[in-house]
């Protein structure tokens, strides 16, 4: 180990590999130093006391290699003056206590909003609970991250992201600029519109993943914070019973496939989530004591009440000599549950002239007609599964009987409706 002059590019070339790692310090930075291998390979370290009789080691990178990038997207060369700049920073941090593990290499602090969205999903991200997050929800902000921030932010380094560059991104997305319509497959499509909306669910995972750049040393501060989210009116809608009766009555006239019927018919009587309804399994049925008990939902395992009418209409389209690997909806090719439900929603509501109605508005309108009908707003919670911790504690006591009886009356409630269709429109019909 060689000590006592400064490093120079002169200096680097006049040293010869060994048989066994040469390290040589340099006399002006205490700490820093370069390490030859045998194999000629030279490497710029940094080294300092940290307290506790610790002097922990970073690397900084390599001579003749670019050691990151520049304020300006640039590579900074690989000389030995650049590395002595770069290593007296991190030599300042670990000495103010920081770990080197944590101290972020100049690479890391080029890297840009792409990169670090990409090392975000990597590391299994968890919801605000601290549960890890549901592969629903990850590949729904995926895809918000995909659509939106990378076409705008993508390029833009995450250490100098300012919360004006944030607040022009909300606008844009707003605006719709990174709108696209893109051929996905042989006949699907990819479509991204953008929208106030849009801006303000793309700001929820933007702004995790700065939290996450500034949790891991990347950013100094997560520039998200204090942007205003766009109003937005609000988008619960529930079903009048006129309008319930023309939804069953366009589910049964519409050409599609049997299991989506069935699928929308589930969502209008149990008041399911719809990833919760297209998952679903027969062996998460109980038949015996009318409850669907499900292994993880939006909230974790839940057994939840279901009503007669709701195991009379999945007995009736069970199939009996087809093969669906468990799935009650299982999908038309391939293995698992049915995937896209949304182009034969889309046809569906527009022949009951509802074409504002969402997929969601089923389960509002669910739970609409439980709370009219004088159910308890804890035991409708019960009925629906609701994440609100205070709501839980207090119908989790409850004894089976009124949580059965809400999933029951609100069920037999619609089922009503829908049954005043016209003949041969009933909702069992098939």
Do not use: C
Not at 225 to 254: C, H, M, Q, W
Not at 371 to 389: D, T, W
Not at 390 to 399: G, W
């Amino acid at each position: 180990m060689a000590s006592g002059k400064k490093l120079t590019k002169k200096l680097i070339d006049s040293i010869k590999p060994a048989e066994s790692e040469l390290w040589t310090w340099d006399s002006d930075l205490k700490g820093f130093g370069l390490l030859v291998t045998p194999k000629n390979k030279r490497t710029f370290y940094v080294q300092a006391h940290q307290g506790g009789g610790r002097y922990p080691r970073r690397k900084i990178g390599e001579l003749g290699q670019p050691l990151g990038l520049d304020t300006n997207g640039n590579p900074i060369p690989g000389t030995v003056d650049n590395a002595r700049e770069i290593g007296q920073r991190v030599i300042a941090q670990i000495k103010a206590g920081i770990d080197p593990k944590n101290v972020p290499s100049q690479s890391d602090l080029s890297k840009t909003l792409a990169q670090i969205a990409d090392d975000y999903f990597a590391s299994e991200p968890r919801n605000k609970a601290g549960a890890p997050k549901k592969i629903e929800t990850l590949k729904y902000e995926r895809g918000l991250v995909d659509a939106h921030v990378k076409p705008l932010l993508g390029k833009h380094r995450v250490s100098v992201l300012t919360k004006r560059d944030i607040e022009q991104f909300m606008k844009s997305v707003a605006v719709g600029t990174s709108k696209s319509d893109t051929k996905k497959g042989k006949r699907g499509r990819s479509i991204v519109k953008g929208g106030p909306g849009a801006a303000n669910r793309t700001h929820s995972i933007l702004s995790a993943i700065l939290t996450f750049a500034v949790d891991n040393g990347l950013s100094p501060s997560n520039p998200a914070r204090g942007v205003k989210k766009f109003p937005e009116g609000k988008k619960e809608r529930y079903l009048t019973s006129i309008e319930l009766e023309k939804l069953s009555v366009a589910i049964n006239d519409t050409p599609i496939r049997p299991t989506l019927k069935t699928y929308f018919q589930l969502l209008i009587l149990s008041g399911f989530r719809k990833s919760e309804a297209r998952t679903l399994r027969w062996e998460y049925i109980d038949v015996q004591r009318s409850v669907v008990n499900f292994p993880d939902t939006k909230t974790g395992a839940q057994t939840r009440p279901v009503a007669a009418s709701v195991l009379t209409l999945l007995d009736q389209y069970r199939p009996t000599n087809e093969p669906t690997q468990g799935w009650v909806f299982p999908a038309s090719m391939g293995e698992g549950p049915v995937v896209n439900v949304q182009k034969a929603w889309a046809r569906v509501r527009h022949s009951a002239g509802l074409d504002d109605v969402r997929l969601n508005d089923l389960r509002h309108t669910f739970a609409s007609y439980a709370a009219q009908g004088g159910e308890s707003l804890y035991v409708v919670g019960a009925v629906l599964g609701h994440a609100k911790a205070s709501t839980t504690e207090r119908y989790a006591h409850l004894a089976p009987g009124p949580v059965q009886a809400a999933a029951n009356n609100t069920a037999e409630k619609i089922n009503a409706i829908m049954l005043k269709a016209p003949k041969g429109k009933l909702i069992f019909l098939r």
